[in-house]
């Protein structure tokens, strides 16, 4: 099976089922988005491999739900398919952050997104998931897809500010705090 198409040399692509469209469309760069996420999550996760197994399995599992967010995103909705993204998989990590922010102590104020490097990684991140939740809105203004996509980054970014400081626990760092910071949490 050859991995090139030729089709981008025009630049354009093929979404499942096989319509032609842009590649500077919005619904290619919705799933383009999660695409870079999906790597970032794989640098996390080739780091957490060693001291931390449960959770680079766990990120696995994430990086398998991301290809199917992006499944999700390829697909027009007037195809015959079922989508793949499930309400369960936030609940599953809404599961993972209950767990995560119980262990670590409680904040009031602002943190910035810093500590060990697999926590700065998981801040970066947070932050690539919130660009590719505001692609993923800024297509449903175009087109109907599944909102369960849209659900699942909107947690999966607080997911992974709660691994942030799980990180940072697990490593000895302090969190440290935005100086100019009242109190935002209670």
Same mark, same amino acid.
């Given at each position: ?38 790597? =970032? ?41 079922? =989508?793949?993204?499930?309400?369960? =998989? ?37 932050? /690539? ?11 449903? =203004? ?7 996509? /849209?659900?699942?980054?909107?947690? /999966? ?30």
């Amino acid at each position: 099976m050859k991995i090139y198409t030729k089709t981008g040399d025009k630049g354009m692509t093929r979404l499942i089922g096989g319509q032609l469209v842009s590649k500077a469309s919005d619904r290619v760069e919705s799933y383009g988005y999660v695409d870079f996420l999906n790597s =970032w999550v794989g640098r996390i996760t080739a780091q957490t491999k060693g001291n931390y197994p449960e959770i680079s399995q766990e990120l696995r599992q994430i990086q398998n739900y991301l290809f199917d967010c992006s499944t999700d995103l390829a697909t027009p909705a007037e195809k015959d398919y079922d =989508w793949r993204v499930q309400k369960e =998989w936030a609940m599953f990590l809404e599961e993972r952050i209950d767990v995560y922010t119980a262990n670590c102590s409680q904040i009031e104020r602002f943190i910035l997104p810093t500590g060990s490097l697999l926590a700065s990684d998981c801040h970066v991140a947070r932050t /690539l998931t919130r660009n590719a939740e505001r692609k993923v809105v800024e297509l449903m =203004w175009t087109s109907t897809i599944n909102d369960e996509v /849209l659900v699942f980054l909107n947690r /999966l970014s607080d997911y992974f500010f709660a691994l942030a400081r799980e990180m940072n626990r697990l490593e000895n760092v302090e969190d440290e705090y935005y100086e100019r910071s009242g109190k935002v949490f209670r």
